[in-house]
């Protein structure tokens, strides 16, 4: 369950995606992340440098404070501080969940699956 993110996910990509794409565990490539705002670009991997230094000289001629308070302005203005209550609701939620026989189950059912593509299938 991934309760934890649900609020920053609701806000990002609307809960109409937040609510396909966590209730079906469907996966999608990166323009499908791009199209439903989870991502802001896709670049060819050769792009990837130059890309991230282009956004790293921007962010660095900005001051620090700057860019806190402006990151901060973003968050409360989009609702996306919880309060204390909100927080601890969120994070008992997740831990009960994370302690569930389903959870562990899951966890099993994941790690043999990737394991097993790893052990050699016996041929005869």
Do not use: W
Not at 10 to 24: C, E, L, M, Q, T
Not at 84 to 90: G, P, S
Not at 105 to 119: A, Q, R, Y
Request: net charge neutral; with cysteine.
């Amino acid at each position: 369950m991934a309760g934890i993110i649900i609020p920053q996910l609701n806000k990002s990509i609307g809960v109409r995606n937040v609510r396909r794409y966590a209730i079906s565990s469907e996966r999608f490539n990166a323009d499908e992340a791009r199209r439903i705002g989870l991502v802001h670009e896709v670049l060819d991997q050769q792009f990837i440098d130059e890309k991230l230094a282009s956004i790293l000289d921007n962010i660095l001629l900005c001051g620090p404070k700057a860019i806190y308070q402006t990151k901060m302005r973003a968050l409360k203005d989009a609702n996306l501080i919880l309060n204390e209550k909100e927080f601890n609701e969120l994070v008992e939620e997740h831990s009960l969940k994370r302690m569930s026989d389903e959870a562990f189950e899951g966890l099993n059912s994941f790690s043999e699956k990737k394991i097993s593509f790893l052990v050699p299938k016996n041929k005869g």
